[in-house]
DNA sequence: GTTATCTATTACCTATAGGTAACTAGTTTC
DNA sequence: GAAACTAGTTACCTATAGGTAATAGATAAC
């Protein structure tokens, strides 16, 4: 049984995985965010680092974990410009539900494969 | 650091983290399994207390949710006649990583709240 | 002076998610 | 025979996710 969902008051707990959810759901989020454990990194080597997305949709999903406080985006004064992110606390903090995302996902795929 | 993800053919790793949050994900699959977490229920039970789902949501996401092996639909010889929904081990092996998402949800909204 | 690298932005398109409202078909109660 | 309950289905609509391709402005290298 599910521990901590499901004692009453299950709309605010409801909520809070919908937020949790949102931060970490979509095709590059979880890639991004895998991309920077390792350290900062600069735009360029995400985008080679993560091969198939474009430059659209990662500027965009870097916004959207900047908003949410879950990386940091630094301008240096170099030349040329380079910018360089890396993940803050909050977001090295979803390391362990991430993980765990990971670890079920492979025991979704054996028990789905074997019919 | 993230132990699991990231030690090399992460292309694989990626898959399966991808899978995990495509049965997850979406704005009803979670609130179903919750519900069905402490027993089976029937269509009508699952519409009431998942207040705001429509009639459409909750049959086409059950019906995911049979797909990916995670609840099954038994229907029974009543009359009128009533379908019932249970969720399987593989659907019940997901509880962990509910919780984990709910967990980190809250301390998402913590983190984020207090500016 | 043309090309490449840096970090993006913009316009445009398609596919999917999700919502509303009405309807189906059988059974049972009033 | 009208209304309500059983478990859905169907048509239609909108909003969002995500993709492609072209462009932008600055600097550096050839």
Redesign the pocket.
Known sequence: MSGKIKEKTCQFKLMAARDALEVIQ???RFPIIIALSDGKK???ELKREITEI????L?QELKSLETNKMIT?SLLNT?????EYELTPLGTSSFKLLDELLEWGLHFREEIMRQ
């Open positions: 979509g095709r590059w600069r735009f360029g474009s430059p659209k949709m500027s985006r030349m040329p410009i380079t910018v």
